[in-house]
């Protein structure tokens, strides 16, 4: 059995840790995906 996700990469931006420091990620829109 294979797990994953499928998506589309819409782009970048970064999160903020409790001590400030920046952490960049990686947005991806995952459209509704049938599971059967």
């Known amino acids: 059995m294979t ?3 499928v998506g589309v ?3 970048m931006t ?3 840790k ?3 420091q920046s952490v ?3 947005v991806i ?3 509704p995906n ?3």
């Open 9 to 11: 990469k819409k782009g």
């Open 3 to 5: 797990i994953g996700i």
């Open 14 to 16: 970064r999160v903020f």
């Open 18 to 20: 409790e001590d400030g």
């Open 34 to 36: 049938r599971i059967t």
């Open 24 to 26: 960049p990620v990686t």
């Open 29 to 31: 829109e995952a459209t």
